[in-house]
């Protein structure tokens, strides 16, 4: 850059370690590249060591520009230490670094084009040319939901208002729906090509909520880079609270919680509701010949699609073994197990029986609650309401005898 004439120097104020200089000096690299200023191009390597590592590491890299009173970058005027009797060893090990760190520097803005052929070289430079830093501020104006108070796994419609409240046009971002902040696995990334001055950007989103309680929703906007990972610029955050009074219904006929509908037999996976704290398997201890079975998605008459169980090639052997749904426990802060449970079957014949427990595993024994198949209107069985005192429902197992297992809804009932 001195070569170039730019009164600069980039250096390490401390030992930094390799991941961080890498971070660092890509970032730098892609900012100048792209005809930052070179004060914003430090700020885009800084914010993407914080970003990327989560260290101290970002306050590293020193900007080193020249005195405005004698347009010097450095004091040469100074006696070296070596001939003012200082020992080596007192050196600080960072000089080393700095050294090291402005060559490197130099090679890459070599590679990249951005140093001349010597002129200006000195350490008197003329004031450098500004280039203006545009003014764009993101912000989120405003997010909503509808219904504001949603029932668990129900469809909610999130509304999203992000403003530009600088006089320049922003360039291309994208904008993050984070429905928990102590969920990092599930976001909603929508990109967004630019937004003029003074303008808004209004958007619409949707997400199911898949649990009684309360979740921090967060909305974020920032650059996403590559390498780097997500930059922030702005973000707003909204308090929702799922409606303790209504039931969590898993229908099969309803899309699953990833959005996929079930459009034809197939296995059932065991994570097709882990979402809403639900993980699903079959079992069957006393038929060694249905040990492999797995649930199945099965259409029960014409449309309605019904869990049941099958082995994984054939829905038509081990038909009738136990199928068990074990409640995970949240990572949200919000209580797991339910309260009771409504489980409906398709019409047929024969006895069903559902169990519950008070524990995953299946082995302390809550209730069982047993019918008789109709033929035209099926069965619908209920647990007692608050029957258990404090204790809560981790484990439902569904077995029967005569026709086919077929369950077409559960509605799961508030811890």
């Known amino acids: 850059m001195v070569q170039r004439g730019i009164p600069a120097v980039i250096a390490q104020q401390f030992e930094i370690s390799d991941e961080a200089a890498i971070v660092f000096s890509e970032e730098l690299y892609r900012a100048i590249a792209e005809g930052f200023p070179l004060e914003a191009a430090v700020a885009e390597g800084r914010r993407a060591v914080s970003a990327n590592l989560r260290n101290t590491e970002w306050a590293t890299p020193v900007l080193y520009l020249y005195d405005n009173a004698n347009r010097r970058i450095f004091d040469f005027s100074r006696r070296p230490f070596w001939q003012t009797g200082i020992p080596l060893q007192r ?51 405003d997010v909503r939901l509808s219904p504001r108070n949603p029932q668990p796994g129900e469809l909610v419609a999130v509304f999203v208002d992000i403003e530009n409240q600088g006089s320049d046009p922003a360039p291309a971002f994208v904008y993050e729906f984070q429905p928990s902040v102590l969920n990092e696995e599930t976001v909603i990334r929508r990109e967004i090509r630019g937004l003029a001055a003074g303008g808004v950007l209004s958007d619409q989103l949707t997400y199911r909520y898949p649990w009684w309680g309360t979740f921090i929703s967060q909305t974020r906007v920032g650059q996403l880079r590559p390498n780097v990972g997500f930059l922030e610029q702005a973000r707003a955050l909204v308090p929702v609270r799922t409606d303790l009074t209504r039931p969590l219904i898993i229908d099969p006929d309803e899309p699953l919680p990833d959005g996929t509908f079930i459009r034809r037999n197939q296995p059932a996976p065991a994570q097709a509701y882990a979402e809403w704290s639900l993980i699903l398997s079959a079992t069957a201890p006393t038929d060694p010949a249905c040990s492999g079975a797995v649930p199945w998605f099965k259409f029960a008459g014409i449309s309605q699609v019904a869990l049941g169980t099958g082995l994984p090639t054939d829905p038509t052997q081990c038909a009738m073994v136990t199928l068990v749904l074990a409640m995970q426990e949240r990572q949200d802060n919000n209580l797991a197990g339910i309260s009771g449970i409504t489980v409906t079957f398709a019409p047929g014949n024969g006895t069903r029986l559902v169990r519950l427990f008070s524990d995953p595993a299946g082995q302390d024994l809550l209730a069982t609650t047993q019918g008789t198949l109709d033929p035209r209107l099926g069965l619908t069985l209920t647990s007692q309401p608050r029957l258990f005192g404090f204790d809560r429902i981790q484990r439902v197992e569904i077995s029967g005898s005569g026709g086919v297992l077929s369950v077409t809804e559960l509605a799961l009932q508030a811890p």
């Open 91 to 141: 050196v600080p090990q960072v000089t080393l670094a700095v050294v090291v760190g402005l060559v490197v520097l130099g090679f890459a803005l070599g590679s990249l084009g951005l140093l001349g052929d010597g002129r200006g070289v000195g350490a008197f430079f003329p004031p450098p040319t500004a280039t203006p830093i545009p003014d764009v501020e993101l912000v989120v104006r």
